[in-house]
């Protein structure tokens, strides 16, 4: 899988910040429960030195009891028994206290258990002591016999035990924790070394792939590169071609046009012209009929130069290079109106042309347009009497309509989608001459101004024809 | 004004030949219409050369009539050298051509011709164009002396 796959990129990355920190949690996991051992070993050795100073208060309030009693019993002085009336007081509580540091180890209570026997044991031979003296009796036999020493030298070494014991047990507990708070240090040393490595060892990896998988796509994005220059200049080679064939079909229908336009016309009219003079030279010889076949024929060849031009003019529409200038179409609608006025100045037509419209395109083409359309409305005007023909603009959406609105004798809807097919005609040639070619060649100007046209009408209610031109294109 | 001076027609189709007589002698002019069917012909005439040569001292024709479409030499190189000419420079030249194409009406003005008219189809037209030609050419327009110099 390329680097460029985006969720094998995505795991890469995740395993970059996934692994080391996942080691490193461990890592702090292992110290902590490590630093948790060593605190408890520390509290372990606290709860140690608290024992041996208990065992010690114990110790000095036994002695206190004895000394106390020796005292009184060499002296008499009952000032000697208040550090033994003292002890008395607080022995009791110092043993509850040592008892209960020493609770859950087995030997130790039963070291409190002989502690105690022990101490009751002395107590008992010095009351006797005291009573004895108190009564006048041999309390110095008493004393001599050694009972009451035995006893405190039991009670000594029970306290020596215990002492004993407990010394040796917080040396243990620091040797066991001085061992693994060494364990933990070399543990985690090996840990950190393993992990650097590993990491280590893993970008690199990573890296080298990220490099391999770079130079590839590198490779990859140049071969495309390389492809898509070779397939421009296949394109532009072709383009080349193409448009070498279409400038050559070009000329081509341009040399058509230039023979049409030389060629056709001069038998015409030479037909024409010769039927003109056979009626002229051979009026008295001919008969009406006759001549009034030469003038069909006459109008037949008219008609035909008529069609010739008008077949010209749409494909000098077609190919014709556009230019893009300011064209007022206010101004060009008033000149071809004027034009149409002084063909047929009898006619009574109101002519209607709204001022400063302007727009950009081809002024040749758009007098063409104009000329059609409104040669169209002054066509189909022509059987009523004070016509109105309207040039105006209209804003829809923005997009500024232009249109040409006569009252004339309009057309049927029904035939609205062949209007703007070249020789399609909606009259009869006898009711209004015509060629059919004018609304195909408005339709082309139109489109090559990047607009569109439509037309509505209604039989005997005139026409309207709506146009647009791409003005924005420079 | 000097004995009638003719009227040069360039044309090579013979039927409009005789419709341009037709029609010139219709209009009612009484200029002699000289004709010749090709470009190099109509040179030849021009300047005396050639099968024209005996028309040395002629006077030149009050007007030329010229189509573009001809053998040998077209209209526009008949038009060039006319200009280029210094006997001939002033000439009135009519294009009288069955063609409308823009590029041959730039051109014909470029070259300098004094009138470009385009043959109409009807016969009736064509009469009214050669009446209306003549009216102004032959009768109501003055051109300086042939070799003249400003």
Same mark, same amino acid.
């Given at each position: 899988?390329?680097?460029?796959?985006?969720?094998?990129?995505?795991?890469?990355?995740?395993?970059?910040?996934?692994?080391?920190?996942?080691?490193?949690?461990?890592?702090?996991?292992?110290?902590?429960?490590?630093?948790?051992?060593?605190?408890?070993?520390?509290?372990?050795?606290?709860?140690?030195?608290?024992?041996?100073?208990?065992?010690?208060?114990?110790?000095?309030?036994?002695?206190?009891?004895?000394?106390?009693?020796?005292?009184?019993?060499?002296?008499?002085?009952?000032?000697?028994?208040?550090?033994?009336?003292?002890?008395?007081?607080?022995?009791?509580?110092?043993?509850?206290?040592?008892?209960?540091?020493?609770?859950?180890?087995?030997?130790?209570?039963?070291?409190?258990?002989?502690?105690?026997?022990?101490?009751?044991?002395?107590?008992?031979?010095?009351? $006797?002591? @005291? #009573? !004895?003296?108190?009564?006048?009796?041999?309390? *110095?036999?008493? /004393?001599?016999?050694? &009972?009451?020493?035995? =006893?405190?030298?039991?009670?000594?070494?029970?306290?020596?035990?215990?002492?004993?014991?407990?010394?040796?047990?917080?040396?243990?507990?620091?040797?066991?924790?001085?061992?693994?708070?060494?364990?933990?240090?070399?543990?985690?040393?090996?840990?950190?070394?393993?992990?650097?490595?590993?990491?280590?060892?893993?970008?690199?990896? $990573?890296? @080298? #792939? !990220?490099?391999?998988?770079?130079?590839?796509? *590198?490779?990859? /994005?140049?071969?495309? &590169?390389?492809?898509? =220059?070779?397939?421009?200049?296949?394109l532009e080679s072709r383009v080349a071609q193409r448009t070498a064939e279409l400038t050559a079909a070009n000329q081509e229908l341009e040399s058509f046009s230039y023979s049409v336009s030389h060629d056709l016309r001069a038998p015409l009219r030479a037909i024409d012209g010769f039927a003109q003079a056979l009626r002229e030279d051979e009026a008295e010889r001919l008969s009406p009929s006759s001549l009034q076949l030469l003038e069909r024929l006459q109008a037949a060849a008219t008609r035909m130069g008529q069609l010739i031009d008008d077949l010209l003019q749409l494909s000098r529409v077609t190919r014709a290079e556009l230019r893009r200038e300011p064209v007022d179409l206010s101004a060009l609608a008033g000149s071809v109106a004027n034009e149409l006025r002084q063909r047929e100045p009898g006619r009574e037509v109101k002519l209607s042309i709204q001022s400063s419209l302007s727009t950009r395109g081809d002024p040749r083409l758009l007098r063409v347009l104009m000329e059609n359309l409104l040669g169209n409305a002054w066509k189909f005007t022509s059987k009523r009497p004070g016509a109105l023909i309207e040039f105006f603009a209209e804003t829809v959406d923005g997009v500024t309509h232009y249109a040409v609105r006569d009252d004339g004798v309009g057309f049927d809807m029904a035939y609205a989608d062949k209007l703007f097919t070249p020789f399609q005609r909606m009259h009869k040639v006898t009711d209004f001459p015509g060629t059919g070619i004018g609304l195909a060649t408005v339709q082309r100007i139109v489109h090559r101004h990047g607009g569109h046209i439509e037309a509505q009408a209604t039989v005997g209610g005139g026409a309207t024809f709506r146009f647009t031109l791409q003005e924005s294109l420079a | 004004m000097s004995p009638q001076r003719s009227i040069l027609l360039v044309e090579d189709n013979p039927d409009d030949v005789d419709l341009t007589r037709r029609a010139f002698q219709r209009a009612g002019h009484p200029q002699p219409l000289e004709v010749v069917d090709d470009g190099v012909e109509a040179l030849d005439y021009l300047f005396a050369r050639g099968a024209y040569a005996h028309r040395a001292g002629e006077p030149l024709p009050a007007l030329v009539l010229l189509d573009l479409k001809l053998p040998r030499l077209n209209g526009h190189e008949v038009l060039r050298q006319i200009r280029a000419s210094p006997s001939t420079r002033f000439l009135p030249v009519v294009i009288l051509t069955s063609s409308d194409e823009e590029k041959d009406l730039v051109q014909s003005y470029s070259q300098g011709c004094n009138s470009y008219v385009r043959k109409p189809v009807s016969y009736n037209e064509f009469v009214e164009a050669a009446r209306q030609l003549g009216l102004y050419w032959l009768a109501l327009n003055r051109v300086p002396q042939p070799g003249v110099h400003e």
């Open positions: 899988m390329p680097l460029t796959d985006p969720r094998r990129f995505r795991r890469l990355l995740l395993r970059a910040i996934l692994v080391p920190v996942g080691l490193l949690l461990l890592l702090a996991a292992l110290l902590l429960w490590e630093v948790k051992d060593l605190l408890q070993t520390q509290e372990a050795a606290r709860h140690s030195q608290v024992t041996l100073v208990r065992v010690e208060r114990v110790r000095q309030l036994f002695i206190d009891r004895e000394t106390g009693v020796r005292g009184f019993l060499l002296t008499g002085d009952r000032a000697f028994l208040e550090p033994y009336q003292a002890a008395e007081q607080l022995l009791p509580r110092a043993l509850d206290e040592l008892e209960r540091d020493l609770e859950g180890k087995p030997t130790e209570q039963a070291r409190m258990e002989a502690l105690r026997e022990g101490w009751k044991s002395w107590e008992q031979v010095s009351m $006797q002591m @005291l #009573t !004895l003296f108190k009564e006048g009796g041999d309390w *110095l036999s008493l /004393v001599r016999s050694g &009972a009451g020493k035995v =006893r405190m030298d039991a009670l000594r070494a029970t306290l020596d035990a215990i002492v004993a014991e407990e010394r040796q047990r917080a040396t243990l507990q620091g040797a066991e924790a001085e061992r693994g708070a060494r364990t933990v240090l070399f543990l985690g040393l090996l840990w950190t070394l393993t992990v650097g490595v590993l990491l280590a060892w893993l970008s690199r990896r $990573q890296l @080298l #792939t !990220l490099a391999r998988d770079y130079d590839a796509s *590198l490779a990859r /994005v140049q071969a495309q &590169a390389d492809a898509l =220059r070779a397939s421009e200049a296949r | -």
